[in-house]
């Protein structure tokens, strides 16, 4: 068992940066990889950036450049820097613990970010 517990999100103007954190507790010697996923109304939640156990870094065409994923093993936490943010940003954020084969039923609790003026 896993459980992932979510922080940071809220509401920011365009431009501005946020920063979400999720700290992994549990089981977790097995995990390949830990990911963040966003859904915004009407639409799929979809992958935004991803790392693994050993650093390598993955994002979303939409986030590169602007959106930083990092991982602190010491304190089983990964975290997501969002910077530059854009109103098309606005989603609920999740984290996931990825075992190698996609998206687990291990996410976070879902945190809101709303990017607006």
């Known amino acids: 068992q896993v459980q992932l517990v979510q922080f940071g999100g809220g509401l920011v103007q365009p431009g501005g940066s946020l920063r979400l954190s999720c700290v992994v507790s549990?089981?977790?010697?097995?995990?390949?990889?830990m990911d963040w996923y966003r859904q915004a109304p009407g639409k799929q939640r979809e992958l935004v950036a991803g790392?693994?156990?050993?650093?390598?870094?993955n994002y979303a065409a939409s986030v590169k450049g602007r959106f930083t994923i990092s991982r602190d093993n010491g304190k089983n936490t990964v975290a997501l820097q969002m910077n530059s943010l854009k109103p098309e940003d606005t989603a609920v954020y999740y984290c996931n613990a990825d075992y190698g084969t996609g998206p687990s039923d291990y996410w976070g609790q879902g945190t809101q970010v709303t990017v607006s003026s």
């Open positions: 790392i693994t156990s050993g650093g390598k870094t």
């Open positions: 549990g089981s977790t010697f097995s995990i390949f990889a």
